[in-house]
């Protein structure tokens, strides 16, 4: 594994890898992902391997202009109303944290998405991620660069830890702006809906194709892994609490009270003599996001074995925030 910069050198010599077969990880907006070339399935079979990640869990194709969706998505096996509300996803929202689940060309190999009927798209916003596809293939599947069920990467050493040799480059882009995956929205059925919340409010999403449901954590049919309930999990035993309620919590010696703001740790006693990390001093969302992982990262490293987190606001990308941290508890 080689560690690289965003130079013009490193960034070619990454394109080039990634031509050829090779596993490049690189920074998004929402998280960091490993890429391989989404028409290759060495190197499709590679990204298994290095994730130890079930050949069931289908992976996310990475372009870097809206042209190149024509090269995976069938089309003509989309309702025109469908069709309609992609294109205008896709040229609204898109670069950005939103994945679209759309019906699939068979030229693309089944191992990108576990023999499914439809693909997983999305483009980009980030500047290294779109010039390293464009450099490339103009197609790269690229899920998160983390072993499988563990926490996403949002800076390099986090990948560095997390798959270290397993990879050939690991481009050094700085922490991710966003901090939580993309959204991702299935529009290859009856109805709109979002199987995971991310960085893409569903907000803005309804602002402009109207009401979409939310996938039902309960429901028994789990399409994505993302659904997954243990997913995203650090080291650490997580038990989530509502908001403000923190000071409930019956904490164990060397535990931490993760609060949403500086309001919130203010108010609870209990945060007085105990270990304390707070997402957003000021209560914002999107500050929060970019420090949930990194928290939690820098948490395990620590060696803390309990956390109590409360949950943030339920709104905006409060969803996915609290989507995360529902993921990384445990659940008795
Ligand atoms: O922000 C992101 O989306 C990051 C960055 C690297 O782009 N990528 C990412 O990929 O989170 P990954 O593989 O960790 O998560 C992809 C999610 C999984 O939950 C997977 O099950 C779902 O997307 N997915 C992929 N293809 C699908 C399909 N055809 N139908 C339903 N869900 C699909
Ligand atoms: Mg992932």
């Known amino acids: 594994m080689r560690l690289l910069t965003n130079s013009d050198i490193d960034l070619s010599?990454?394109?080039?890898?990634?031509?050829?077969?090779?596993?490049?990880?690189?920074?998004?907006?929402?998280?960091?992902?490993?890429?391989?070339?989404?028409?290759?399935?060495?190197?499709?079979?590679?990204?298994?391997?290095?994730?130890?990640?079930?050949?069931?869990?289908?992976?996310?194709?990475?372009?870097?202009e809206?042209?190149?969706?024509?090269?995976?998505?069938?089309?003509?096996?989309?309702?025109?109303?469908?069709?309609?509300?992609?294109?205008?996803?896709?040229?609204?929202?898109?670069?950005?944290?939103?994945?679209?689940?759309?019906?699939?060309?068979?030229?693309?190999?089944?191992?990108?998405?576990?023999?499914l009927?439809?693909?997983?798209?999305r483009l980009p916003a980030h500047p290294i991620a779109r010039r390293l596809i464009a450099e490339s293939t103009g197609v790269v599947a690229a899920p998160s660069a983390n072993p499988?069920?563990?926490?996403?990467?949002?800076?390099?050493?986090?990948?560095?830890?997390?798959?270290?040799?397993?990879?050939?480059f690991i481009i050094d882009g700085g922490p991710c702006a966003l901090g939580v995956e993309s959204t991702v929205l299935d529009l290859s059925g009856e109805k709109p809906i979002i199987l995971r919340p991310g960085g893409m409010e569903r907000e803005r999403i309804e602002a402009l194709i109207g009401p979409v449901a939310l996938f039902d954590r309960m429901a028994v049919n789990i399409t994505a892994p993302g659904q997954l309930l243990n997913h995203y999990a650090p080291r650490a035993a997580l038990k989530l609490y509502p908001r403000g309620a923190l000071a409930q919590a019956r904490i164990e010696p060397g535990a931490v009270l993760l609060f949403f703001d500086a309001a919130s740790r203010d108010s609870c006693q209990a945060a007085q003599g105990a270990l304390s990390a707070v997402l957003s001093e000021s209560g914002d969302l999107l500050e929060a996001a970019a420090a949930l992982f990194d928290t939690l990262y820098r948490l395990d490293q620590e060696g803390i074995e309990y956390?109590?987190?409360?949950?943030?606001?339920?709104?905006?990308?409060?969803?996915?925030?609290?989507?995360r941290l529902y993921k990384a508890s445990k659940k008795d």
């Open 13 to 64: 010599l990454a394109a080039d890898a990634l031509s050829r077969g090779g596993l490049v990880a690189f920074p998004t907006e929402t998280v960091y992902g490993l890429g391989a070339d989404a028409f290759n399935k060495q190197a499709l079979a590679r990204v298994f391997a290095a994730k130890r990640r079930p050949s069931f869990d289908p992976l996310i194709i990475h372009i870097a």
């Open 66 to 115: 809206c042209a190149a969706a024509d090269r995976v998505v069938a089309w003509e096996r989309l309702s025109s109303r469908a069709t309609e509300q992609a294109r205008h996803l896709m040229a609204e929202l898109w670069p950005g944290p939103l994945t679209l689940i759309l019906p699939k060309q068979p030229c693309l190999p089944d191992l990108a998405t576990s023999a």
């Open 117 to 121: 009927r439809t693909v997983a798209l």
């Open 148 to 168: 499988f069920g563990r926490l996403s990467p949002t800076r390099a050493e986090h990948v560095v830890r997390g798959l270290g040799e397993a990879v050939d």
């Open 307 to 323: 956390i109590h987190a409360e949950r943030v606001p339920d709104i905006g990308l409060g969803v996915a925030i609290n989507d």
